[in-house]
């Protein structure tokens, strides 16, 4: 695996994490969703003080190149990611429906008691 | 004459509320300043609601799970919405002793103390402090708040606490759902308000069954140090 492979992941690393800690900062992302990118970056970055990992594995697995071998990885990577927000996304969506519900209700009983005074 | 609300998160305390409001009755007959209280029913699936609507327990009912964090900071909104003086956070599993709400209110009514944190390490006694595990977490907890602010706090998971009318309003417009307690007292000490320890003596567990469980403690750990560095490096407005 060549410098140039190792040393942009080095790169792709460094730059989730800057990211990550910039959002967790402004307050914009709990801690809880940004574990996951902390992970994958020290993954990335496990990855690529091991090269001799990354040439086995593409060996093993019959890719051509090293980089090909990354590259699907990382979509590896993202596949989990588009996953664990999908299950977020699940989550909210349950919540939306039910403050929707319980607000409907909330408002027919507002209504009932209004005109109940009214007589 | 000064305000002071007694915030009460409940989960499925069925087995525990009526006693503790009892004993917080029992308490304001003879008391000069009399505590009134809020339970904040994080949407029991037990009986806990019905038991507050058949006593004529303060109650407001979550209409979702939000969590310790949520469900408090509703009492803080609550606060803030009617004035109150003096917030108090008090468990409604009959673990804190209201005879000790004057002991963490009264530097805050001395005006020496924004927030006083009700606390089961300062003095050794004898009382209930927990497990060695729970006891070692927040001795690690209490080492990265020295990091992040610079100041010593021993209990840092401490629910026991209060807080003046400034806090009130901190509080009500922002709080965290996970993990609260260290947290929120980090951000104070960062955003430069007095922050004190006073001993108190807690009871052990009555009923029902606690909100952390062991691996989840891993996570929460994890979770907690993490915020706390963030902290650090975050910058916040002094409260003077």
């Given at each position: 695996?060549?410098?140039k492979?190792?040393i942009?992941?080095?790169?792709?690393?460094?730059?989730?994490?800057?990211?990550?800690?910039?959002?967790?900062?402004?307050?914009?992302?709990?801690?809880?969703?940004?574990?996951?990118?902390?992970?994958?970056?020290?993954?990335?970055?496990?990855?690529?003080?091991?090269?001799?990992?990354?040439?086995?594995?593409?060996?093993?697995?019959?890719?051509?190149?090293?980089?090909n071998?990354?590259?699907?990885?990382?979509?590896?990577?993202?596949?989990?990611?588009?996953?664990?927000?999908?299950?977020?996304?699940?989550?909210?969506?349950?919540?939306?429906?039910?403050?929707?519900?319980?607000?409907?209700?909330?408002?027919?009983?507002?209504?009932?008691?209004?005109?109940?005074?009214?007589? | 004459?000064?305000?002071?609300?007694?915030?009460?998160?409940?989960?499925?305390?069925?087995?525990?509320?009526?006693?503790?409001y009892?004993?917080?009755?029992?308490?304001?007959?003879?008391?000069?300043?009399?505590?009134?209280?809020?339970?904040?029913?994080?949407c029991?699936?037990?009986?806990?609601?019905?038991?507050?609507?058949?006593?004529?327990?303060?109650?407001?009912?979550?209409?979702?799970?939000?969590?310790?964090?949520?469900?408090?900071?509703?009492?803080?909104?609550?606060?803030?919405?009617?004035?109150?003086?003096?917030?108090?956070?008090?468990?409604?599993d009959?673990?804190?002793?209201?005879?000790y709400?004057?002991?963490?209110?009264?530097?805050?009514?001395?005006?020496?103390?924004?927030?006083?944190?009700?606390?089961?390490?300062?003095?050794?006694?004898?009382?209930?402090?927990?497990?060695?595990?729970?006891?070692f977490?927040?001795?690690?907890?209490?080492?990265?708040?020295?990091?992040?602010?610079?100041?010593?706090?021993?209990?840092?998971?401490?629910?026991?606490?209060?807080?003046s009318?400034?806090?009130?309003?901190?509080?009500?417009?922002?709080?965290?759902?996970?993990?609260?307690?260290p947290?929120?007292?980090?951000?104070?000490?960062?955003?430069?308000?007095?922050?004190?320890?006073?001993?108190?003596?807690?009871?052990?567990?009555?009923?029902?069954?606690?909100?952390?469980?062991?691996?989840?403690?891993?996570?929460?750990?994890?979770?907690?140090?993490?915020?706390?560095?963030?902290?650090?490096?975050?910058?916040?407005?002094?409260?003077?």
């Amino acid at each position: 695996m060549s410098l140039k492979l190792t040393i942009l992941l080095i790169f792709l690393a460094i730059l989730l994490v800057l990211l990550s800690t910039h959002f967790l900062k402004k307050g914009r992302i709990p801690v809880k969703y940004t574990l996951l990118w902390y992970s994958f970056s020290l993954f990335i970055l496990i990855l690529s003080f091991f090269p001799g990992l990354i040439t086995y594995f593409t060996n093993l697995l019959g890719f051509q190149l090293a980089s090909n071998m990354i590259i699907f990885i990382l979509i590896g990577i993202n596949f989990l990611l588009i996953m664990s927000l999908t299950i977020i996304l699940a989550g909210q969506n349950k919540k939306t429906t039910l403050l929707i519900q319980k607000i409907s209700i909330l408002n027919s009983e507002v209504h009932k008691y209004d005109s109940q005074q009214r007589k | 004459m000064l305000s002071v609300l007694l915030i009460i998160p409940a989960y499925n305390e069925e087995d525990n509320i009526l006693k503790v409001y009892n004993e917080i009755k029992k308490y304001n007959k003879n008391a000069d300043l009399k505590y009134d209280i809020i339970v904040i029913n994080d949407c029991s699936t037990d009986n806990t609601s019905k038991i507050c609507h058949e006593n004529s327990i303060p109650v407001i009912d979550l209409i979702h799970n939000l969590g310790i964090g949520g469900a408090v900071q509703t009492g803080y909104m609550y606060a803030y919405k009617n004035n109150y003086d003096i917030a108090v956070q008090f468990d409604g599993d009959g673990q804190h002793d209201v005879n000790y709400v004057k002991n963490i209110i009264t530097p805050i009514i001395d005006k020496k103390s924004d927030l006083v944190i009700g606390s089961r390490f300062i003095e050794n006694n004898d009382s209930f402090k927990s497990s060695k595990l729970r006891r070692f977490g927040i001795r690690i907890i209490s080492n990265v708040i020295k990091f992040s602010t610079g100041t010593r706090i021993y209990d840092t998971t401490s629910g026991f606490r209060a807080c003046s009318k400034k806090i009130i309003e901190d509080f009500a417009k922002s709080y965290p759902t996970e993990y609260p307690e260290p947290i929120t007292t980090a951000e104070i000490i960062k955003k430069e308000y007095k922050v004190s320890e006073v001993p108190v003596k807690m009871n052990k567990r009555d009923g029902g069954v606690s909100s952390i469980r062991k691996w989840k403690s891993v996570y929460y750990m994890i979770n907690v140090v993490l915020s706390l560095l963030i902290i650090k490096i975050r910058r916040y407005e002094k409260c003077r």
